[in-house]
């Protein structure tokens, strides 16, 4: 089971980028997903996560309003669409399913069992 994050690169602030994370060699859609990142030096933070048909999303404080989740089962990928990119958002973007939670959310990092690799991500002038 492999999940390949894409869509990274290096963005003004203010600028747009979208997210791409497809599942390949399982099928996940009872389980949350959940995008993560992790700057230089900091802790891995949660972003979004959705649950398992999309009808439930959470996002954290510093992206509320900016960034929007949303899975697409049919073709085993997950997106998110990030808006008024900052600074602060420069980090290493990953995504991540809970195996373990069917139907439900999941808001920790350490209940995610299936990671991708990351997508580098740079805002910057």
């Known amino acids: 089971v492999r999940l390949v994050e894409s869509g990274g690169g290096l963005v003004r602030p203010g600028g747009s980028l979208r997210l791409s994370c497809k599942v390949s060699g399982g099928f996940f859609n009872i389980n949350p997903m959940g995008w993560f990142r992790q700057a230089p030096g900091k802790e891995r933070q949660l972003v979004a996560t959705?649950?398992?048909?999309?009808?439930?999303?959470y996002y954290s404080d510093s992206v509320k309003g900016r960034f929007t989740i949303s899975r697409d089962n049919a073709k085993n990928t997950a997106t998110l669409q990030m808006n008024s990119l900052k600074p602060d958002g420069t980090a290493v973007y990953c995504c991540?399913?809970?195996?373990?939670?069917?139907?439900?959310?999941?808001?920790?990092?350490?209940?995610?069992?299936?990671w991708g690799q990351g997508t580098q991500v740079t805002v910057s002038s």
């Open positions: 991540a399913v809970d195996t373990r939670t069917e139907y439900g959310m999941a808001y920790y990092a350490p209940g995610y069992d299936v």
């Open positions: 959705i649950n398992y048909n999309g009808g439930s999303t």
